[in-house]
């Protein structure tokens, strides 16, 4: 059987509201390569890209070339491509872990601002500031 390697694209839904994230993956190295969300436009690796590439998807279709494999040349390329597969899901896993614990270490500190807007309830000065601890 012909084991198709064209580009896919998956999608995954925006956190904002917004439009959902198209997520093109390079059908030959099953590696997450572009979205189509403001950051993937500047090239930062967003949410639904580092959430494609640590999801089972890519998983299941390496597993699925290497079960096609006809031939120790091709089974050698699909288990390397497995092998990278696993990879780069062991590592998005970690930046999702990485960008979690950040999220966590972000805290809410009251500002003088905020003390004098509390200080006079009819205020419309903001009462906290984020900061990164
Ligand atoms: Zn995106």
Same mark, same amino acid.
Request: hydrophobic share 40%.
């Given at each position: ?21 198209? &997520? ?14 403001? +950051?993937?436009? /500047?090239?930062? &690796? ?18 699925? /070339?290497? !079960? ?22 062991? +590592?998005?896993?970690?930046?999702? +872990? ?13 500002? !003088?601002?905020? /003390? ?14 984020? &900061?990164?601890?």
């Amino acid at each position: 059987m012909a084991i198709t390697t064209t580009a896919l694209v998956l999608t995954r839904p925006s956190r904002t509201g917004g439009l959902e994230h198209q &997520v093109t993956v390079d059908g030959e190295t099953l590696t997450p390569e572009s979205c189509t969300c403001k +950051a993937g436009q /500047r090239g930062v &690796v967003c949410h639904a890209a580092l959430s494609v590439a640590a999801g089972p998807a890519l998983l299941a279709l390496a597993h699925e /070339r290497w !079960a096609q494999s006809c031939g120790l040349d091709e089974l050698i390329a699909s288990a390397g491509l497995y092998g990278r597969v696993v990879r780069n899901r062991r +590592a998005a896993q970690t930046e999702i +872990a990485r960008r979690q614990a950040r999220r966590e270490q972000t805290r809410y500190v009251l500002t !003088a601002k905020g /003390r004098a807007a509390i200080a006079k309830p009819e205020s419309a000065a903001p009462v906290a500031q984020a &900061v990164a601890a």
